[in-house]
């Protein structure tokens, strides 16, 4: 398997032309200055934009083991450029923090948007989301509180979002911990478009996300939260929904499944709702686990309807019938893990809650850094990976290719100083798509596989 060279050429023009700009000294350093980072006529200047991007951002591998003092002697390696311990300190500043995130701004909103040839499906996006969470020094708690209790002091939470049709990137932010799933959904409602399918986990679905979804002629699939009220629609009239009567209904009837259409929440939502029944020794795992963790929180044990909710997967959506079915709802939701692999691969590999306890504005430069490295490779491995599926019908590993990838930052770094062309970098990976390739069981489909048999109009 691998690539033919006018391939590889034109998705290295593509990356080439935007980055050979943006990257380039004088367009980092006229950022530098719009941030404040760096001032005309200043001493400041004698750390520029530039330099400061290639001192940070091209070394962010290592910086969770450097001191101030070993920056100050790679500094003056690099570039040429004496600093003390202090002074360097002092420029990990707000206008450091406003220079990285408009380079991270520019290369999420820069974005090539291909996607696969052979997938068309009724939604124009499908859009997944989650959060990862790493603990930082407890000096930080003020600014980013933890959970609190006997869980962390001080807590960062990434929220991020990307289309699963063509790669582009939603929203990528850094919040408190404590800044909430559900909060973020409804701050984040401006992002979604007509004919999205929004694929999201029990905790981002606030009721009134579900009516800014269908406002805005969108389309939702999520798991249920077993506190959330469900409401059935009888002879006798509007009624809340007895999932213990339902769990006797569906055992004496043999029943795995079923679909119902439901109203949820006070404000009687209108939805349909998949139900699931779940094996018997699956609802013991949860409820094990769930009762280890009141435990251990000195909480109360759950309630007899959360245990009874236990014997199910529930998932509600306002699609269409004919766009999404009980057969298919479990499987489409489960693309939501694809997520769960990225921040896989950004502990695992990027080690990007791997963090030096040290001052706020030197933190947050640290993880700016990481996510900007971690975005331009996200770019590289999207085009490589759409072109693989479109040739040959496979799909590359995240894991796999990051691995690769962090093995190139040196020439990554040569790329976009202009040293070195993109396109030597692609012919590389190129090479060795055959052990890039993503391994998939038995029986099982990839996430571009399952979109192209679940999601696909024939």
């Known amino acids: 398997m691998k690539l033919n060279a006018s391939t590889i050429s034109q998705s290295a023009a593509q990356i080439d032309f ?56 790679e500094l003056y390696l690099r ?28 290369v999420i909103k820069n974005q090539f948007g291909s996607k696969f040839k052979t997938i068309k499906t009724p939604f124009k996006r499908l859009l ?77 679905m606030h009721t009134d996300v579900f009516t800014g979804i269908e406002e805005r002629n969108a389309t939702y699939l999520c ?17 809340e929904l007895n999932f213990k009567n339902l769990l006797n209904d569906m055992k004496n009837k043999g029943l795995t499944k079923i679909e119902k259409n439901v109203f949820i929440s006070q404000n009687k939502i209108s939805t349909r709702l998949f139900i699931y029944l779940l094996p018997e020794n699956i609802v013991e795992k949860r409820l094990r ?15 007899e309807e959360y245990r009874i909710r236990q014997h199910f997967n529930l998932i509600i959506t306002n699609a269409a019938k004919d766009e999404i079915t009980i057969d298919t709802a479990y499987e489409i939701y489960r693309l939501r893990w694809q997520i769960e692999l990225i921040f896989k691969t950004w502990k695992s590999i990027c080690s990007i809650d791997d963090v ?24 590289i491995y999207w085009k490589l990976n759409m072109e693989c599926y479109n040739e040959f019908k496979c799909t590359l590993s995240q894991f796999k290719f990051f691995k690769v990838f962090k093995m190139q930052i040196v020439q990554l770094s040569n790329v976009l100083r202009s040293m070195l062309s993109i396109e030597d970098i692609l012919k590389k990976l190129n090479v060795l798509t055959d052990k890039l390739k993503l391994n998939v069981k038995k029986n099982k489909r990839s996430s571009v596989e399952s979109i192209e048999v679940l999601l696909c109009l024939n």
């Not at 600014?143 to 990434?158: C, Q």
């Not at 686990?289 to 309630?303: E, H, I, T, V």
């Not at 030096?356 to 770019?379: N, P, S, T």
């Open 356 to 379: 030096k306890d040290v001052k706020q504005h030197r933190l947050e430069c640290y993880i700016f850094a990481k996510l900007i490295i971690l975005m331009l490779g996200w770019k």
């Open 223 to 239: 798991r249920l939260g077993h506190n959330v009220c469900v409401y059935e629609k009888l002879s006798s009239g509007i009624e």
């Open 289 to 303: 686990a769930k009762n280890d963790d009141a435990k251990k929180k000195g909480r109360n044990m759950p309630s």
């Open 128 to 204: 997944v989301k989650d959060s990862t969470c790493f603990q930082i020094s407890p000096e930080l708690a003020d600014v980013y509180p933890g959970s609190g209790g006997d869980g962390s002091k001080a807590s960062i939470r990434i929220q991020f979002e990307y289309d699963l049709l063509s790669g582009t990137i939603v929203d990528l932010s850094i919040n408190a911990f404590n800044e909430q799933d559900a909060k973020n959904s409804k701050i984040t409602l401006n992002k979604i478009n007509a004919y999205d399918l929004i694929i999201r986990d029990l905790a981002y």
């Open 79 to 106: 570039s040429g450029i004496k600093m003390t311990p202090q002074s360097l300190n002092d420029r990990f500043n707000a206008a450091a923090i406003i220079f990285l995130k408009s380079i991270l701004e520019h």
């Open 18 to 73: 935007e980055w050979k700009h943006f990257f380039s000294p004088s367009e980092l350093d006229r950022l530098a200055r719009m941030s404040g980072f760096s001032k005309r006529n200043s001493i400041q200047n004698k750390l520029s934009g530039a330099t400061f991007f290639n001192l940070i951002v091209m070394n962010n591998d290592i910086l969770n083991s450097q001191s101030l003092n070993d920056l100050c002697a």
